[in-house]
């Protein structure tokens, strides 16, 4: 298994003159850092590939432990251009990601390690809470079935944790492949579901603590968690 880390965006909402990832938390960590601790008590830290774009060297000089690919139309893609620059380089392997903005708990891991155990593909969602800019999705006959922001009735959030088993990976690259520049990753799942069929489980995380940081808002709640 890889585990790609996507951290090529400008984060220009949470105003920082530098990526996004690097923000610092209450407990000293950045973002990443606290991702990378966390992923390494579960997994080999040298599966981890982090994909960058804006201000590269930052990223790369605070982790050389990582490995790096580059997306440089970061400025004008989004997340579904940055996965796909790493997801063809492993066309054969299952592949766990992250968004590079999330803070977690590390036992979020443990819920999801059955799922990846059994090389079924996933997105990790949180049932208590469907805000209108959030990524919502639906369920049909036990899989997901719809998978965006503009999703209605949705069951709740996705989370940006997601897994593609080694089973599924090519059709995603390909239904990614078709995604526009500037449509999320999540586009790319929508379409291999509608397309090819594809069986993807919401794992709910609920029991513990996971956010998206994107504004200034989201920060400060992330630190009253921590």
Do not use: H
Not at 94 to 114: A, C, R, T
Not at 191 to 211: F, G, P, T, W
């Amino acid at each position: 298994m890889k585990i790609v880390i996507l951290a090529a965006g400008m984060g220009s909402r949470l105003g920082n003159p530098f990526p996004k990832p690097l923000t610092p938390l209450k407990n000293g960590k950045s973002i990443m850092k606290m991702q990378t601790d966390n992923i390494a008590s579960r997994y080999n830290i040298d599966d981890i590939s982090v994909v960058v774009g804006f201000k590269k060297d930052l990223i790369m000089e605070r982790f050389p432990e990582l490995s790096y690919v580059y997306n440089p139309f970061f400025d004008r893609t989004n997340t579904s251009k940055s996965l796909l620059q790493v997801l063809k380089k492993n066309r054969d392997k299952s592949v766990l990601w992250f968004n590079g903005d999330v803070v977690f708990d590390e036992k979020i891991l443990d819920i999801l390690n059955p799922f990846i155990e059994s090389n079924q593909s996933f997105v990790a969602v949180n049932t208590s809470k469907v805000a209108d800019e959030e990524v919502k999705y639906t369920l049909k006959e036990g899989f997901i079935d719809e998978l965006s922001k503009t999703v209605e009735n949705g069951l709740g959030e996705a989370v940006g944790i997601n897994f593609i088993s080694s089973n599924d990976i090519q059709d995603f690259i390909k239904r990614l492949e078709e995604c526009d520049a500037n449509d999320y990753f999540e586009r790319g799942l929508e379409l291999a579901i509608e397309k090819d069929n594809l069986k993807i489980k919401a794992v709910d995380i609920s029991k513990y603590n996971c956010m998206e940081i994107d504004f200034i808002e989201d920060l400060e709640n992330a630190n009253n968690l921590l």
